[in-house]
């Protein structure tokens, strides 16, 4: 299986800030990564796929990057409604594997 | 826009199976995939596998053993029989469809439409 990692596993901050998460694969996995979005009690919501396309209706202020091994999810301006916890996925093969997530938190 | 909708028993006892239905709506059930998913706090989020139409199935080499999944046209329904559970089984169990892009014509194993999710605990 490919094992995804994300770091850090929390991380507070405030409205308008930037915030940067990260995942790793265990192996290339090219640019088969998508994040999600989490709210509680909530199913997760597809943000980004192949790494760096935003979903269709995701605002802007996300973006992603990333190939091979190493990601990243930015939320530029960080707005009250994407305090949330995020998740990546490799789609590169099965079975399907999701990284552990990422809380934002507010400060 | 493709709705889902599981439903099933939010109660199992240790042993028996473990029994969800999807069902779906604004979208040809035959001719999508459809996949289940589940969470929980121990495990995270693990993709359990996907059905596509009377052709293909895939599953999770850690649940094979013990998972069908299979489509009802009739009814417009995904179902998920996963037998012999334990308590390692308690989580919130999804159903999602898998992307296709319209942009480049081509689906990607990611997850575009999720339901709500049915929480199920296996106590006795």
């Known amino acids: 299986d490919i094992q995804m990692t994300q770091s850090p596993s929390s991380v507070s901050a405030s409205v308008g800030d930037r915030v940067t998460i990260t995942c790793r694969a265990s192996?290339?996995?090219?640019?088969?990564l998508a994040w999600y979005q989490q709210k509680p009690g909530k199913a997760p919501k597809l943000l980004i796929y192949?790494?760096?396309t935003l979903q269709s209706g995701v605002p802007s202020r996300f973006t992603g990057s990333g190939s091979g091994t190493d990601f990243s999810l930015t939320i530029n301006s960080l707005q009250p409604e994407d305090f949330a916890t995020y998740y990546c996925?490799?789609?590169?093969?099965?079975?399907?594997?999701f990284g552990g997530g990422t809380r934002v938190e507010i400060k | 826009q493709v709705q889902l909708q599981e439903s099933g028993p939010g109660l199992v006892k240790p042993s028996e199976t473990l029994s969800l239905s999807c069902i779906v709506s604004?979208?040809?059930?035959?001719?999508?995939?459809w996949s289940w998913i589940r969470q929980s706090p121990e495990k995270g989020l693990e993709w359990i596998g996907y059905?596509?139409?009377?052709?293909?199935?895939n599953y999770n080499p850690s649940l094979k053993s013990r998972v069908t999944i299979s489509v009802d046209t009739s009814k417009d329904q995904v179902s998920l029989n996963l037998k012999y559970v334990t308590a390692a089984d308690t989580a919130v169990y999804y159903c999602?469809?898998?992307?296709?892009?319209?942009?480049?014509?081509?689906?990607?194993?990611?997850?575009?439409?999720w339901g709500q999710g049915a929480q199920v605990t296996v106590s006795s």
């Open positions: 996925q490799q789609g590169q093969g099965f079975p399907l594997t």
């Open positions: 059905i596509y139409y009377g052709r293909t199935a």
């Open positions: 192949g790494a760096s």
């Open positions: 192996q290339g996995i090219a640019t088969w």
């Open positions: 604004g979208a040809s059930i035959s001719n999508s995939y």
């Open positions: 999602a469809t898998r992307l296709w892009d319209r942009h480049s014509s081509s689906w990607f194993w990611f997850l575009d439409s």
